[in-house]
């Protein structure tokens, strides 16, 4: 239930829900510590004290921790485990690369951008399979072009 609120169903961030519920939990946790300061003014039982604290720290800030962790945990990505990107996902890093190559010829240091890059795109081919493999060989060598172009037009 938590993910369908905070999330949209292909993974992105719903930023204005994820917001107003951090929002939310963090002023409770802050709550929680006003109301240990009012014990201390209100009683002068440590037992009763003592009680509070706990009902505070369970009530107020264990479901800030508890949210913090949960997001921790969904986080699919584990070292040492290979990562596996959806076709969308692909696609995108895919687009991202090639953006940011032709946007990279203007650059003074284009061709260390441009070498960057074609590792990153030579990386997701070796990653991705079917079409999206052709894809990613298409985007690598065409990176490469601009970087073989790009280093002939310096030395002349």
Avoid: C
Wanted: glycine share 6%; proline share 4%.
């Amino acid at each position: 239930m938590l993910t369908r609120m905070l999330f949209y169903p292909d993974g992105r961030v719903r930023f204005r829900r994820m917001a107003i519920t951090v929002s939310t939990l963090v002023f409770f946790a802050m709550f929680g510590t006003g109301f240990l300061v009012l014990t201390t003014l209100m009683t002068h039982n440590p037992p009763l004290q003592i009680v509070w604290l706990v009902l505070v720290v369970v009530l107020f800030k264990a479901p800030l921790i508890a949210f913090a962790w949960w997001l921790i945990a969904r986080n699919k990505e584990v070292p040492g485990v290979p990562v596996v990107w959806s076709e969308t996902e692909t696609h995108e890093i895919l687009r991202y690369l090639t953006t940011q190559a032709r946007e990279s010829l203007d650059q003074h240091d284009a061709e260390v951008r441009l070498k960057y890059l074609s590792r990153e795109a030579w990386h997701v081919a070796d990653r991705a399979d079917g079409t999206l493999k052709a894809d990613a060989v298409g985007v690598a060598l065409e990176i490469d072009r601009l970087a073989a172009r790009l280093g002939g037009r310096r030395s002349a």
